[in-house]
């Protein structure tokens, strides 16, 4: 582990452990995206942004802490794409496209129900996504710098996007957390790594300007070993050597 990498768990494990002792997850969600109470207030409160309005695609993570957005966007007749989890098909997204749906959003939406009734697509079969909505377990207060749980699969998604022209700098990255998950400090992070646009919790919304330059796709020498064995999408490919 180099010292971002532990800085980056230090972070998480303060922050799983504050969530637990405050009632604000259920036990257990150390290594997770946290399923935070109020994760329906923070959905409703980025669907009242115009850029939720205006936008007609997005792409969201599988985790439980985001249903309430992916349900919501399906009811609102967006087309949304879902990250299979760990990224594990040759295909590594689910199509959600609520006029051909056939069961309740409810389930459609969510990473059990998703892999009987939606198709998975790679990027060359995708449309240019509008908004981004991604799980975290912090974000910084002051800069949007994100910590996510740790496997990387978020920065791979939309690197894997970026590379194929589906999300560039005009595309919003959004996060719905609980308040706990604000911290004022200065967070470790990555070249890799991407910082979000906005934050959104059950009872504010936070908008940031770029402090730093977005990721311009997958930078091959930050690909562990483990990634590349076993996300099918990444065999056989040659990605940014910087």
């Known amino acids: 582990m180099t010292s971002i990498d532990h800085g980056k768990q230090s972070v998480r494990r ?36 115009d850029l939720w309005r205006q936008a007609r695609v997005i792409k969201c993570n599988p985790d439980r802490a985001q249903l309430p957005v992916r349900v919501r966007a399906l009811r609102e007749g967006k087309l949304l ?25 409810e389930t459609a939406a969510t990473s059990t129900g998703a892999p009987d009734i939606a198709p998975t697509v790679g990027p060359d079969e995708m449309h240019p996504v509008d908004l981004i909505v991604c799980g975290s377990v912090a974000v910084g207060r002051r800069d949007g710098v994100r910590v996510g749980k740790g496997a990387g699969y978020s920065d791979l998604e939309i690197a894997l996007l970026t590379d194929a022209g589906l999300v560039t700098t005009d595309t919003t990255i959004a ?45 091959e020498k930050h690909l562990r070993r483990d990634q590349l064995d076993s996300i099918p999408v990444l065999h056989g490919t040659r990605w940014h050597t910087e």
């Open 14 to 49: 303060r922050v799983w452990d504050l969530l637990e002792r405050e009632g604000a997850v259920p036990l257990g969600v150390h290594g997770h995206i946290p399923d935070f109470t109020g994760k329906e207030e923070a959905a409703a409160r980025l669907a009242e942004l």
């Open 81 to 105: 794409y879902m990250a299979v989890p760990r990224l594990a098909t040759p295909k590594p997204f689910y199509l959600l496209d609520p006029a051909v749906l056939t069961v309740p959003f």
């Open 175 to 219: 996060t719905t957390i609980h308040q706990t998950q604000l911290l004022d400090e200065e967070l470790p992070h990555a070249d890799h790594d991407f910082n979000v646009d906005l934050a959104i919790t059950p009872i504010e919304v936070l908008a940031y300007s770029p402090s730093r330059e977005r990721p311009r796709g997958i930078i």
